[in-house]
C-alpha cells in the first residue's frame, strides 16, 4: 500500500486487518458504542496498561518520521522523475520515470 499509493476499500482495510468491521454510515455510532461498551466490561487497569503499552513512545516516533518523511520529500522534489511525474499528471497519461 504504501509503494503503490493505492487507495483501498474497506473490505480490502477489514481483509488486511486495518479495521475491526466494516459497517454502513448510518451504524457507525451504533458500532463504536457497542465496542466501546465491549472495551469498558474489561478491567480498567488493564485497560490502561494496554494503551499505555500500545502508545508507549508513540509522540517522539512519528514526530522523528515525520521529519524523515520531510527530509525525503524535500529531496524528491528537486528530482527529474518529481518533474515528469507533474508532467504526466498535468497531461493524464502514465509517467515516464528513469529513478533520476
Not at 476499500?9 to 458504542?33: C, F, I, S
Not at 524535500?74 to 527529474?80: F, H, I, P, Y
Amino acid at each position: 500500500m504504501c509503494l503503490t499509493g493505492r487507495r483501498i476499500k474497506p473490505d480490502e482495510a477489514l481483509a488486511y486487518g486495518l479495521v475491526d468491521q466494516v459497517v454502513p454510515a448510518e451504524e457507525l455510532r451504533a458500532a463504536a458504542m457497542k465496542l466501546a461498551a465491549e472495551i469498558a466490561e474489561n478491567g480498567p487497569l488493564a485497560v490502561e496498561t494496554t494503551r499505555a503499552t500500545l502508545r508507549d513512545d508513540l509522540a517522539a516516533k512519528v514526530k522523528a518520521q515525520t521529519v524523515k518523511e520531510s527530509m525525503a520529500q524535500a529531496a524528491l522534489l528537486k528530482t527529474q522523475d518529481f518533474a515528469e511525474g507533474v508532467l504526466a499528471v498535468r497531461e493524464r497519461r502514465p509517467g515516464n520515470f528513469h529513478g533520476e
